[in-house]
């Protein structure tokens, strides 16, 4: 795909079972990098600097579907030294993220399978951007990266502001708060989420969700 194509399909994604979602992001993962940027995306440069005065630099991040790389990439320009594992549900994007070398670790997983793969307690922060919106078992995924993240460590991820609203997502979060999982540390009003992608630009936004685990 490149960025002349057209990329209405977007807005209907959610309603892809898992293995078209893959096929798409494989196919489109060698031009995706050039198309974001075309959208003007900023969502994880403005992740990794709302994490920067939180964790140090030497912190273990899970990049929790990470694409190509491109949070990955945002945290290594704030400062981060330390480990970097990411995830994702395309192989083809996790071979493009390999070729960065910013990760010590990148596996093909499913965020809608739980358990995850991976230890209780390993990382101080887990990040997950632009990735809920295909997400079905939202609890779940959710209370897997409190589970993976260590006690006092942060999870920060986004969320379309149409579908915070649709699904009644601040009721979840409080949902996990109750069950003494994560502590709210902020919540932002909606900010431009692809600026330049003509049915998103003023109509879709993203929320950035930041919480300490319990």
Same mark, same amino acid.
């Given at each position: 795909?490149?960025?002349?194509? +057209?990329?209405?399909?977007?807005?209907?994604?959610?309603?892809?079972?898992?293995?078209?979602?893959?096929?798409?992001?494989?196919?489109? &993962?060698?031009?995706?990098?050039?198309?974001?940027?075309?959208?003007?995306?900023?969502?994880?440069?403005? &992740?990794?600097?709302?994490?920067?005065?939180?964790?140090?630099?030497?912190?273990?991040?899970?990049?929790?579907?990470?694409?190509?790389?491109?949070?990955?990439?945002?945290?290594?320009? &704030?400062?981060?030294?330390?480990?970097?594992?990411?995830?994702?549900?395309?192989?083809?994007?996790?071979?493009?993220?390999?070729?960065?070398?910013?990760?010590?670790?990148?596996?093909?997983?499913?965020?809608?399978?739980?358990?995850?793969?991976? +230890?209780?307690?390993?990382?101080?922060?887990?990040?997950?951007?632009?990735?809920?919106?295909?997400?079905?078992?939202?609890?779940?995924?959710?209370?897997?990266?409190?589970?993976?993240?260590?006690?006092?460590?942060?999870?920060?991820?986004?969320?379309? +502001? +149409?579908?915070?609203?649709?699904?009644?997502?601040?009721?979840?979060?409080?949902?996990?708060?109750?069950?003494?999982?994560?502590?709210?540390?902020?919540?932002?009003?909606?900010?431009?989420?692809?600026?330049?992608?003509?049915?998103? &630009?003023?109509?879709?936004?993203?929320?950035?969700?930041?919480?300490?685990?319990?």
């Amino acid at each position: 795909m490149s960025e002349n194509e +057209d990329h209405s399909w977007l807005k209907d994604i959610r309603k892809m079972d898992r293995e078209e979602l893959r096929a798409y992001y494989d196919q489109w &993962a060698e031009s995706y990098d050039e198309t974001l940027h075309s959208w003007d995306y900023q969502a994880p440069k403005q &992740a990794a600097a709302m994490l920067k005065p939180l964790i140090s630099a030497d912190a273990t991040i899970f990049d929790a579907g990470c694409g190509t790389g491109l949070s990955g990439l945002a945290l290594r320009d &704030a400062g981060y030294t330390g480990r970097i594992d990411g995830s994702d549900l395309s192989p083809e994007s996790v071979e493009l993220a390999r070729k960065r070398e910013i990760y010590n670790s990148v596996q093909v997983i499913d965020l809608d399978k739980h358990p995850l793969p991976l +230890d209780n307690d390993l990382y101080e922060a887990t990040v997950s951007i632009g990735v809920l919106t295909y997400i079905k078992d939202m609890n779940g995924l959710l209370s897997e990266f409190c589970r993976v993240t260590r006690p006092g460590g942060y999870i920060l991820f986004t969320h379309r +502001d +149409d579908l915070v609203a649709e699904q009644d997502f601040f009721a979840l979060t409080r949902e996990l708060e109750d069950k003494g999982l994560w502590e709210k540390v902020e919540i932002t009003d909606s900010q431009p989420y692809l600026p330049g992608h003509p049915d998103y &630009a003023d109509n879709i936004g993203i929320i950035y969700f930041l919480f300490r685990v319990r």
